[in-house]
């Protein structure tokens, strides 16, 4: 192949730009992805979680979860009638495996899954000394690993325990919302694996999803509003009793 | 039949963690060891000493003047082991100086380094050496070889030890002092707005959190700088001062009181406000940490001394027999002060944000963050004090005639 002075020319910039994108890896979002067209939150309709624990596990097989710690996790309530405030939770292993037969008749069951509430107040973010912790112009809550003292004190600030210090990296970890998916136009894995459409992820900036319609009709509550944490896990049909 | 053996499994597995009722998953394992105890422990002593200190220096109480100098050696001692428990705890600790570089300016912790950097190179290093510098000159000129160097040194060539000179540096030394005490309470303020301002954890959150910091700051260094004078005039078997001691033993009691009410205030309007957390802690209280807040903090650690220091401000005694008294109050009041510290920062862990279970902190022997380690960072500030004891004598009397044979 004859490679003319001028052809050569006109070609060295483009090699370049292909060498520097091969150099610096996949991409973490796709081209037309506008951070600031979109506002990430989660809508968890509890009337349809039955408990068999996809989630936690597609979580932990997308995430790399260290055994022994959740990214998400699910509860069981049982909650009688006349004790009402003082439910009966279990999570055996985060709900990974599923839920053992429940032995009483009386009172209520249901299932509520937890996962970081990517808040836009949140107390992690505020306390993180070095600002390793952040919240993304999307609206999520996410880790820098490579800056993470590994201080804990996030940890300590969650009001609602999603966060955990990585056994191994010896940083602060929690819920990404696959933020590796979403940016590329995917759903999470944990919503993508839910039989029954319990999960799902919403952007509260796009008009067209369906979210707007259901906060319209639907009586929705966040976990712990007293936090006013801003967080944006919205639960359909939240039990007065669940914490 | 899966399930069930899963629900016994898990059962085993629990009752092995030392989990009781429900925690959230991620919680079971404490985040803050008993490192992170020591910190406000030894911070406390810091800050304490130096404010008794200050009585002398601001306040002209001359009573206290023979254990001024100690006090800034005992504060300086503490305060250079002070962020070693911190390190030791990080996941990162090659990353800690981006505290420095990168702080994040809504991160109560992230002001650690300044404060940190402030009292010790602001406040107490530059007031020991004011306060030190005539006998550094001193020292620089009778001494020989590598000390006479380190001397010569220290005097940072400032020299000049003419009565104009050392009244300046009286001067200087007074301001630094007058600075000094409030950035004390702000070393030790700053550690409890660290725990009061945690919304997530009831146990924690309290505008009065960092004032009861400083106050139980001041109880636990008065009486730890008492415990040391007395213990070091023994060692030098020099007769101890007992006007000194009778009015460090009186601030005691006064800061003592005032520590012991903000903590009842405390305590009465969590019972009386009863919030949602409140059966949750109550239980703790009376379970997991009956012993460290109910008998060692409360019973022994706090009304037993006050109960000592109250009978030798009322009662005429004996000269040896109050020094007994004072002992036994200061090592108690020591002792309770640690189990304070303990009690909010593994207690606070204890029980869960969903105020539905309890875990258990077991403390590992020869870990990173367990109590062989703990115990080698309580002694460390010690064996410092007995080095700067060494070098910087606090007795004017002897280093006079002998200058580096301090005690």
Request: contains cysteine.
């Amino acid at each position: 192949m004859n490679l003319s002075r001028r052809h050569f020319l006109v070609l060295m910039p483009a090699a370049a730009i292909a060498w520097k994108s091969v150099l610096a890896g996949t991409p973490e979002q796709a081209s037309n992805y506008k951070i600031s067209e979109h506002w990430w939150g989660m809508l968890i309709d509890i009337p349809k979680c039955i408990g068999c624990g996809n989630c936690v596990r597609a979580c932990q097989a997308e995430n790399d979860v260290p055994d022994g710690y959740f990214r998400t996790w699910v509860e069981r309530y049982h909650v009688e009638d006349e004790n009402m405030t003082n439910p009966q939770v279990i999570s055996p292993d985060g709900g990974k495996e599923g839920f053992p037969i429940a032995t009483e008749d009386a009172g209520k069951y249901f299932f509520v899954p937890k996962m970081c509430n990517h808040c836009s107040d949140s107390p992690c973010t505020q306390v993180c000394p070095v600002g390793a912790t952040f919240v993304t112009p999307d609206g999520v809550v996410l880790v820098d690993p490579k800056y993470c003292l590994g201080c804990a004190y996030c940890v300590q600030a969650c009001p609602y325990g999603c966060r955990y210090i990585h056994p191994d990296k010896k940083v602060a970890d929690k819920c990404s919302l696959c933020y590796h998916r979403i940016t590329k136009g995917l759903t999470t894995a944990c919503c993508e694996n839910c039989p029954t459409g319990a999960r799902q992820l919403v952007d509260l900036k796009n008009p067209k999803d369906p979210i707007h319609e259901f906060l319209k009709t639907h009586s929705v509550q966040v976990l712990k509003p007293q936090m006013a944490t801003g967080a944006k896990a919205y639960y359909n049909g939240l039990d007065g009793s669940v914490r | 039949m899966m399930y069930n053996l899963a629900i016994i499994f898990g059962e085993q597995v629990k009752v092995m963690n030392g989990v009781e009722g429900f925690m959230y998953p991620n919680e079971i394992g404490l985040q803050w060891s008993v490192l992170i105890v020591l910190y406000p422990f030894i911070t406390g002593l810091v800050a304490g000493a130096f404010i008794l200190a200050s009585l002398e220096r601001v306040f002209h109480v001359e009573a206290i003047k023979p254990t001024y100098r100690l006090a800034l050696l005992t504060a300086l001692s503490f305060l250079i082991v002070a962020p070693l428990p911190l390190q030791l705890h990080l996941g990162h600790p090659e990353r800690s100086p981006e505290m420095y570089f990168t702080p994040h300016s809504t991160s109560a912790m992230a002001m650690f380094g300044y404060v940190y950097l402030w009292y010790l190179m602001a406040v107490l290093v530059f007031e020991i050496w004011l306060d030190y510098r005539r006998d550094i000159v001193l020292l620089s000129q009778s001494t020989k070889g590598l000390l006479r160097w380190l001397y010569k040194l220290m005097t940072l060539g400032s020299d000049n030890i003419s009565p104009r000179s050392l009244h300046i540096d009286e001067k200087v030394g007074w301001v630094v002092t007058l600075i000094g005490i409030p950035s004390a309470f702000l070393l030790h303020g700053y550690v409890g707005f660290i725990f009061g301002s945690i919304k997530a954890n009831p146990w924690w959150s309290s505008p009065l959190m960092p004032v009861v910091f400083i106050f139980s700051a001041m109880v636990s260094g008065i009486a730890g700088v008492m415990l040391i004078y007395m213990a070091v005039t023994k060692l030098r078997r020099q007769p101890i001062d007992i006007r000194c001691v009778d009015s460090i033993a009186k601030y005691l009691f006064y800061i003592f009181i005032i520590d012991f009410s903000l903590e009842m205030l405390d305590l009465i309007h969590r019972v009386y406000e009863a919030d949602e957390s409140f059966r949750s802690l109550d239980f703790m209280v009376h379970t997991k940490l009956y012993i460290p807040h109910i008998v060692i903090q409360i019973i022994l650690g706090t009304v037993t001394p006050l109960v000592l220091l109250s009978i030798t401000q009322v009662v005429k005694l004996p000269e040896q027999v109050r020094k007994r008294m004072y002992v036994t109050a200061g090592c108690l009041a020591m002792v309770g002060i640690f189990a304070m510290r303990w009690n909010v920062v593994i207690g606070g862990q204890l029980f869960s944000k969903s105020f539905l279970g309890y875990t258990t902190y077991k403390m590992a022997l020869v870990t990173r963050e367990g109590s062989l380690v703990a115990a080698g960072l309580s002694i460390l500030p010690l064996f410092i004090l007995w080095a700067l004891v060494k070098l910087l004598p606090p007795w004017p009397s002897e280093h006079a005639v002998q200058p580096v044979a301090g005690d």
